[in-house]
């Protein structure tokens, strides 16, 4: 009785305006118009437009007029109407704005607002179902649902004060921030006391229901129904201001939950239901955001969402990335092969803010994330000490992204047997820090034939790895058994450039066991540098022990900072630098280079054929060669790359792999050929010919032949008997059937009677 009352109160205040004019809308053609959006421009100040039931796909907007656009429901009070009455905005933009300085005589009611896109504010789109902007309409009765956009996937509120009356907000997704609703510039929310609101199960990177954020906002009460949860945590509620600082200015009085929290472990498959269980692989949920939603995050009892091979993404099965992580909840894939998170070139994968961390990200693989215009790849930019994030056994394929691909500010984090292959944007992976307590260790990483994509929104090139921290103490970072190899960076808007790590301000970087080669960068500008190791901070010290750097473009490690305040200090222990100490550039009289006993500046003689191209072939200098005697507080890993014992012979090797077989062991029968037959190629890299040079030792039948990363035959340039002597062939970049080939590393091959000789790299760019 009392809501009856209610709903005829509200119709007589609106009566005294609405009389002037009311325009009908029918998709029949009875009415005065067929379009809600020929009716408001139809209408002036105090008019309704009153739309009969049909589904109206359209994206309204009020255009500044102070009128009421309702469905029967404003007249006849039945909510039937609600669901029969559909605005759909077809993707096609904002579902409803309301953005021209509006007042509190306007009025929404009694629809149903889906598939809304929202509009665009530079460079993303805000306000998925409904946009305000400088208005203060009241919203009442309308399902907001099935909503899209970087922000505000529901309702996004700006400069703007809407009384919120029975609505039902759910399943909207943000690709960013506020899934259901997003608050911000000098915005207040009035919820109605008497008929509730219902807001549940909305998803976004952050604040997934409500996003509270930015400059001269008042505490905000949360007055509803139904919450997703009765007592949410940053996952659900995210209030911070412009530096990111969570406010906890967020009030919400609840009387019912559309989810009651498991205290459990739950499991995910792409097959599975949300109105199952989860509790067992048997009965498993299908949404892995569901899943987040349900779990409890507690700091004593951790808990894991279990993730079964397939593959997961929003056309397959509805998932919405990126995921917001919880604060000790993991999610553990079936391998990291076959469970696979595809986000189908439309977001990042995670974006954790604000949660507690202290969680582990296990065996999957992330393809196909697009990353133009949201934030890039995996982040958490506010730092909790004695927080950690652990990443095992991850592969990021054939992703295209904006800035960073894998980003992480201010907590501890593992790595370990996490590979990058084929990504193309700016940095692969970010690690920075503006506090001292955290470190980051890496074992076991490879960074492979990634590199800079070429479009107008990537701020700039970018090194694959960039490390950089803003606190007077030195971060530090420790990478074993890395491989950082065949990636370009094309960067010449910087004096410097850099193709595999760079490293700003304070951190100490300790390179163990590594392989770093065949990574091309063309210098800055005017008289700048390229380098595979970019050697920068302040106050840095590096330790560069049992490692290679060989095959980079243009040069292989660059010592410099700004000034001697704060030098750098380099000492490298039982490694191979190309060219030896004389070939590393440190221009700066203030910095410390160590050149220590050990190492090696000749050819590593990799083996390219096999099913790791850069392990040691038999004849590598880099057998037996290393040190097992490290720096204080180092340690040497037990495995190499494959997953080999680390040492196998009289000591560790050099770089990534050890050598598993026996160098000293010869064949009675074997002839052992001098290794004086030499290939070489100008120019490399190249576009589009290189001339090879072959310097032929002995004759014989001769096959010389170009071979791609995968070790696959690509082009012969000859097969034929030939004398010794000194010869020159060219290779245009294009294989058998004279198509030209794709960017990227080449191998030519030289074999005499069958015997390989010699092998050279070569580089393709286009």
């Known amino acids: ?82 669901s029969q009455t559909i605005i759909d905005g077809d993707a096609n933009g904002t579902t409803v704005s309301i953005i021209n300085g509006e007042d509190e005589t306007t009025l929404l009611c009694g629809f149903t607002i889906q598939n809304g896109s929202g509009t665009y504010y530079q460079p993303y789109y805000i306000g998925g179902g409904i946009y305000l902007l400088n208005s203060s309409p009241m919203i009442w009765k309308c399902y907001i649902k099935n909503n899209i956009a970087y922000q505000g996937g529901g309702l996004y509120i700006k400069y703007s004060h809407p009384t919120l009356k029975g609505l039902t907000i759910t399943n909207n997704h943000a690709y960013s921030i506020g899934g259901g609703i997003l608050i911000t510039h000098e915005s207040a929310l009035e919820f109605d006391t008497q008929e509730l609101c219902n807001i549940y199960l909305n998803y976004s990177a952050s604040g997934c229901d409500i996003n509270k954020t930015w400059i001269l906002m008042e505490p905000v009460t949360i007055i509803v129904d139904t919450f997703t949860v009765l007592e949410p945590d940053y996952y659900f509620i995210s209030s911070a ?76 099965n509805g998932q919405a990335f990126p995921l917001n992580l919880r604060g000790y909840v993991s999610i553990e894939g079936e391998s990291m092969e076959n469970t696979i998170l595809d986000a189908e070139n439309l977001s990042s994968f995670i974006y954790s803010f604000d949660n507690d961390s202290n969680m582990s990200i296990k065996n999957i693989k992330f393809i196909n994330s697009e990353n133009f215009y949201i934030s890039s790849g995996i982040s958490n930019p506010n730092f909790y000490e004695n927080r950690f994030i652990n990443f095992e056994n991850i592969i990021f394929s054939n992703n295209i992204h904006r800035s960073y691909l894998f980003s992480v500010s201010d907590m501890n984090i593992n790595l370990k047997n996490v590979h990058f292959l084929n990504n193309q944007g700016g940095s692969q992976i970010r690690f920075w820090l503006t506090n001292d307590n955290a470190v980051a260790d890496i074992e076991n990483m490879v960074i492979q034939n ?124 039982n490694s191979l630098i190309e060219g030896g100490e004389a070939s590393i550039l440190n221009p700066s009289n203030w910095n410390t280079l160590n050149w220590m006993d050990g190492n090696l500046s000749e050819n590593p ?162």
């Not at 005294?16 to 118009?33: E, L, P, R």
């Open 241 to 316: 201001d412009q530096f990111g600082v969570q406010q906890n200015d967020v009030t919400l009085i609840a009387q019912h939950a559309r989810l009651e929290p498991v205290d459990n472990d739950l499991y995910v498959s792409p097959t599975g239901s949300n109105s199952n269980s989860g509790l067992t692989p048997d009965d498993p949920l299908q949404s892995i955001n569901y899943a987040l939603s349900s779990i409890v995050s507690d700091s004593l009892d951790s808990h894991t969402i279990f993730l079964k091979n397939g593959t997961y993404s929003k056309s397959l």
């Open 450 to 573: 990634c590199s800079q994509y070429t479009h107008s929104d990537i701020f700039s090139a970018k090194p694959v790895f960039l490390f950089g921290a803003t606190d007077d103490d030195p971060y530090q970072v420790t990478m074993k058994n890395t491989l950082i190899t065949d990636n370009v960076d094309n960067t010449t808007d910087y004096t410097m450039s850099c193709s595999a790590i760079s490293v700003s301000f304070s951190i100490d970087l300790n390179l163990i066991n590594c392989t770093i080669g065949n990574n091309y960068t063309p210098g800055g500008t005017g008289q700048g540098q390229g380098a595979a190791l970019l050697a920068g901070g302040v106050g840095s010290t590096f330790n560069i022990v049992n490692s290679i750097f060989y095959g980079n473009f243009t040069d292989q490690i660059y010592l410099v900072n700004d000034g001697p305040e704060e030098p750098i200090t380099m000492n490298i222990y």
């Open 605 to 766: 003689n990799w083996d390219v054929t096999g099913d790791n191209p850069y392990a040691l072939s038999a004849n590598s200098p880099c057998i037996d060669a290393g040190t097992l005697n490290l720096p204080a507080g180092m340690e040497l890993p037990e495995y190499d790359l494959a997953g080999n014992p680390r040492i196998n012979g009289n000591t560790i090797d050099i770089g990534a792999y050890e050598f598993q077989g026996d160098p000293y062991e010869t064949d009675e029968n074997e002839i052992v050929i001098p290794e004086i037959t030499e290939i070489s190629n100008y120019p490399n890299p190249f576009n589009p010919s290189t001339t090879i040079k072959l310097d032929l030792a002995e004759s014989g039948k001769i096959n010389f032949s170009i071979y791609n990363i995968k070790g696959q035959k690509v082009k012969t340039l000859l097969d034929a008997y030939s004398s010794e002597g000194i010869f020159e062939l060219v290779w245009d970049g294009d294989n058998d059937y004279k198509k030209q080939v794709s960017s990227g590393t080449y191998f030519i091959k030289l074999s005499v009677d069958g015997v390989e000789k010699a092998v050279e790299k070569c580089t393709l760019l286009k």
């Open 1 to 82: 009785m009392k809501s009856k009352l209610l709903f005829f109160c509200i119709i007589a205040v609106f009566a005294v305006n609405t009389f002037a004019a009311i325009y009908h809308i029918k998709q029949d053609g009875t009415g005065n118009f067929t379009t809600i959006q020929a009716g408001i421009n139809a209408s002036a100040n105090a008019d309704t437009v009153l739309v009969y039931p049909g589904t109206y796909v359209e994206n309204i907007n009020y255009n500044g007029k102070n009128i009421a656009v309702a469905s029967l429901f404003f007249t006849t009070n039945d909510e039937n109407y609600i």
